[in-house]
């Protein structure tokens, strides 16, 4: 009842910076929570960043000070700008929307994913 399109992904040098889009959109629910997860090869999914509908926003200690999440709540997009890139930053970049008819019964939507590359 949700999809979930990001785009922006692709190979960077370290240091340098890649802005990653994620546009939820439904029929039927709606969009509350976001977030961005990621999946380095061998590891699990792990949280990145999270935005809520009001804006509060919470990061990996990992990316504090250099990714930054925002959001266009008129699109339901978020993005996620992210500096001072690492190879250890390296991984498929997920995007999560919450769907609900109300905020106490929601589920999560995931979208295909965007590879991010951090190499010299």
């Known amino acids: 009842q949700v999809q979930v399109v990001e785009s922006g992904g692709g190979l960077v040098q370290p240091g340098e910076s890649l802005r990653l889009s994620c546009a939820a959109s439904?029929?039927?629910?709606?969009?509350?929570?976001m977030g961005w997860y990621r999946q380095a090869p061998g590891k699990q999914r792990e949280v990145v960043a999270t935005?809520?509908?009001?804006?509060?926003?919470d990061y990996a200690n990992s990316v504090k000070g250099r990714f930054i999440t925002s959001r266009d709540n008129a699109k339901n997009t978020v993005y996620l700008q992210m500096n001072s890139l690492k190879p250890e930053d390296t991984g498929v970049y997920y995007c999560?929307?919450?769907?609900?008819?109300?905020?106490?019964?929601?589920?999560?939507?995931w979208g295909q994913g965007t590879q991010v590359t951090v190499s010299s």
């Open positions: 439904s029929s039927t629910y709606n969009i509350y929570d």
């Open positions: 935005i809520t509908n009001g804006g509060i926003t």
């Open positions: 999560n929307a919450e769907g609900g008819k109300n905020y106490n019964i929601r589920y999560d939507y």
